[in-house]
């Protein structure tokens, strides 16, 4: 089950091991049926918690989602922090994979390492994160807005 790095120095490399424990959960459970997969993900989504109404503005909106999505960031002494929200439960599933994994990191670890890692996790997960062709890239999508977003708070 998902779990969140708790440790005040959480780093690249836990952000890796998170991942790697993702990938072994989606894939246990694809191995069992789509169904699993899409009950895994859903529990996912059950980690984040509430999303006040006023967070939902146009800024934090990502576009190109063919759901309503939300991305709430912060930057506290250069580490990041999301909240989230999606009308679809699959896609809160995947805002929490994202979400619980990227918080407390560092905002150039965002803006620099973390890409080619979510690839290796979108490559080696044998689990279609999309459901639809508008969702072919849901998590690389969702991942470009908080790099996007990370870059303008921090002025790097």
């Known amino acids: 089950m998902l779990r969140q790095m708790q440790h005040p120095d959480y780093s690249i490399t836990d952000f890796q091991a998170y991942l790697e424990q993702c ?20 529990d996912y989504g059950k980690t984040l918690g509430t999303f006040p109404d006023i967070w939902k503005s146009k800024s934090n ?6 759901t309503n999505v939300y991305l709430n960031i912060t930057l506290v002494e250069d580490r990041v922090f999301i909240s989230g929200h999606s009308d679809a439960e699959l896609v809160k599933g995947q805002l ?20 080619g ?22 998590l690389g999508t969702l991942f470009k807005f908080i790099r996007s977003r990370v870059t303008e708070l921090s002025g790097k």
């Open 61 to 66: 909106q990502v576009r190109g989602c063919s």
């Open 117 to 138: 890692l979510l690839l290796d996790f979108i490559s080696n997960t044998q689990v279609r994160f999309s459901m639809t062709v508008n969702r072919t890239h849901s």
């Open 96 to 115: 929490a994979i994202l979400i619980n994994g990227l918080n407390r990191l560092e905002t150039n670890v965002i803006i620099n390492h973390v890409e």
């Open 23 to 42: 990938r072994d959960d989606l894939n246990a459970a694809r191995k069992k049926g789509h169904y699993f997969v899409n009950k895994l993900l859903m």
